[in-house]
């Protein structure tokens, strides 16, 4: 008998709302899979124009065609670590778009591994992409959306690793904690331009990386038994989430940590 985790079982109960991002266009990085992928439909199937990026710009073409929601779906290549394909790209989207209205930044990477095992290279790899990445995209949007005198939404994709140390990811961790402080160092600079920043903080969710992983019944157990909730949670309520963010019902939300992690973190300092 095949082995079922509560996560396995469960089955989202999220309804996009019709219409709700319409007229908005949005930039997305690391979109080709994942979460990433998974809020590029979401925002679709609520009207917006999307610009889906990816270092895998074959992954980032095959999602724009794939995802048939009768929105319209763009994409390029992308590294985020490099600042000049940042500009061209986040330029040439919003010339294609008439504009960029919202940015998520949820490129990322991680390499496992405690302090005392992280190399310099991996350090800096994690680095580049995670953080300084997500700044070169947060600065080049930013100026986009103060120059189109619209406001703007950005929306970071960060972790419960944004709020407490993780075991076996301390880079990761500090990566994460600062894009925290990035996301509300621009909220405080731009709110006056009607541009909210915000960042996500998921536990996590089955995704391409970590299905083979956690496919193993006693690691899926133990990271169920460590959230109260009992489940990890679900791509699509992460998209839910990014688009209640996203649209005019979150106006006067910026600088905050929205936590989608079933509890987990408030269980982590309830047994504290």
Not at 56 to 74: I, R, S
Not at 103 to 127: H, K, P, Q, T, Y
Not at 229 to 249: D, H, N, P
Request: glycine share 12%.
């Amino acid at each position: 008998m095949n082995y079922e985790s509560n996560t396995s079982l469960y089955r989202p109960r999220v309804t996009p709302v019709r219409g709700r991002l319409a007229g908005r266009n949005a930039l997305i990085t690391g979109a080709a899979r994942g979460i990433g992928r998974a809020i590029a439909e979401r925002f679709l199937q609520e009207g917006a124009a999307v610009a889906i990026t990816d270092i895998d710009g074959e992954g980032a073409a095959a999602a724009a065609a794939e995802l048939d929601c009768g929105g319209v779906a763009l994409s390029w290549k992308l590294d985020v670590s490099n600042r000049a394909e940042v500009e061209s790209v986040l330029d040439e989207a919003a010339a294609r778009m008439g504009g960029v209205d919202i940015l998520v930044n949820n490129a990322g990477v991680i390499v496992f591994g405690s302090l005392m095992e992280c190399s310099i290279g991996d350090w800096e790899r994690m680095m580049a992409v995670d953080l300084t990445g997500a700044l070169h995209c947060t600065q080049v949007a930013a100026r986009l959306m103060i120059g189109q005198g619209r406001g703007g939404r950005l929306i970071h994709i960060g972790s419960t690793a944004s709020l407490l140390p993780t075991a076996q990811q301390a880079a990761y961790c500090v990566a994460k904690s600062g894009l925290r402080m990035l996301s509300k160092v621009a909220a405080m600079e731009f709110v006056k331009h009607g541009i909210t920043s915000n960042l996500l903080c998921p536990e996590g969710a089955v995704t391409e990386i970590n299905r083979e992983l956690l496919s193993d019944p006693a690691v899926m157990g133990r990271l169920e038994a460590m959230i109260p909730a009992g489940r990890m949670g679900t791509v699509e309520e992460i998209a839910a989430l990014a688009a209640f963010v996203a649209s005019s019902e979150a106006d006067y939300i910026t600088g905050a940590e929205l936590v989608h992690d079933g509890g987990a973190v408030n269980g982590a300092l309830w047994w504290r």
